[in-house]
């Protein structure tokens, strides 16, 4: 039985965003130790000019100010995303605002965006000294006037300090933010944000890859405006997905109430089915990262069987602890030897007619 398993139930007894301050709390004392994981040259992935030590990353939305980025490498992660940021700090939406599925090993949350703002994480993101894979989720204010210009902003601000960029359009807890996902509207974010990148690139001599993020409850024909806005842009990959508005299935009826977006285990399957169809309609290349219900190799594996490059998991965690990705990493290792693998990639989209021809 590991420490998490011990403090798992005191844990669950406290409102959950208090338990999310004080993980945060723990890892930047060092209280959470970490986690040795196996440097595998067949985990070894290339994505977008990246050289990622392994395919597990830690989604935006824990280390929301950049306070512990260098402790999630060390629990195992091979990437790291810190966010969502706004241009201005917000408080976001009133508490409570996080809520657990425990039955379902789902999570709900409305949080809206509540961040310190640009200046309180490009000043940690500055001291770091780690060579590790940290990337920058940028978003726009609630209350702003011009959110393209945020997303602007957040480029221009964090380009000498982000390995990558993800343009997180897909939030549910932002009023009017997934209209950006819209053909239109788009195109003229993503012909904004690459424009700054490119400037940021001829000034620094360094080209930051950028990530779109997009949410997994689009109609089909939302999936061919944004792949038809993708392939006509420069961008460097796709994000699939954030949190679901959908309550399918679930078993906490109480809970399934609450009003956000629902992540954890009850979103793999859409998820996955999105993933998959997003590869189809792209193609082979475009790097995808795959986000939802990632709770053991098998799930990650699954996630790159459906088409991903990259996996990423945060909402699991609150279930099965820290030792989450270390524990998903050596799964994956053990898979490749039994399966006689070079590299994991092997068995990219291998399975996506699969997922992508399942019901959503």
């Not at 490009?122 to 894979?133: E, F, Y």
């Not at 602007?152 to 950006?180: C, E, K, M």
Request: aromatic share 4%.
């Amino acid at each position: 039985m590991s420490v998490f398993d011990l403090l798992r139930a005191p844990l669950f007894t406290l409102d959950p965003e208090t338990a999310h301050g004080l993980s945060i709390a723990a890892l930047k004392t060092g209280f959470v130790p970490s986690c040795s994981v196996p440097q595998d040259e067949r985990l070894r992935v290339r994505v977008a000019g990246l050289d990622f030590p392994n395919p597990v990353g830690l989604a935006a939305g824990y280390d929301k100010n950049a306070e512990v980025p260098e402790a999630m490498l060390r629990l195992g992660f091979g990437f790291t995303e810190v966010g969502t940021l706004t241009p201005k700090p917000q408080a976001g939406n009133p508490r409570p605002r996080i809520f657990r599925l425990v039955e379902d090993e789902g999570v709900i949350n409305r949080l809206g965006f509540n961040n310190e703002g640009h200046e309180a994480a490009l000043s940690r993101l500055s001291a770091l000294k780690t060579t590790g894979i940290i990337g920058v989720n940028i978003g726009a204010n609630k209350d702003s006037a011009d959110r393209i210009a945020d997303y602007v902003a957040g480029i221009h601000r964090f380009a000498g300090v982000a390995r990558y960029f993800t343009v997180n359009i897909s939030s549910p807890n932002t009023p009017g933010l997934r209209d950006l996902q819209a053909r239109e509207s788009l195109a003229a974010l993503l012909s904004a944000v690459l424009a700054a990148r490119d400037a940021e690139t001829a000034r620094q001599g360094r080209n930051v890859p950028v990530f779109l993020k997009i949410a997994p409850d689009l109609t089909e024909e939302g999936m061919d405006d944004i792949a038809a806005e993708v392939l006509a842009h420069p961008l460097d990959g796709l994000i699939v997905s954030n949190t679901t508005l959908s309550r399918d299935g679930l078993k906490d009826a109480r809970q399934a109430g609450e009003a956000g977006g629902l992540s954890g285990k009850p979103v793999f399957r859409r998820s996955t089915i999105v993933l998959a169809r997003m590869r189809k309609r792209l193609g082979p290349d475009l790097p995808i990262v795959g986000v939802g219900g990632v709770s053991s190799a098998a799930t990650a594996i699954e996630k790159i069987r459906a088409g991903a490059d990259l996996v990423q998991l945060y909402s699991c965690m609150v279930y099965r602890g820290p030792g989450l990705a270390a524990d998903i990493v050596r799964g994956l290792r053990d898979e490749v030897s039994r399966l006689g693998l070079s590299s994991i990639l092997e068995v990219k989209s291998t399975a996506t007619e699969k997922w992508a021809s399942e019901a959503l």
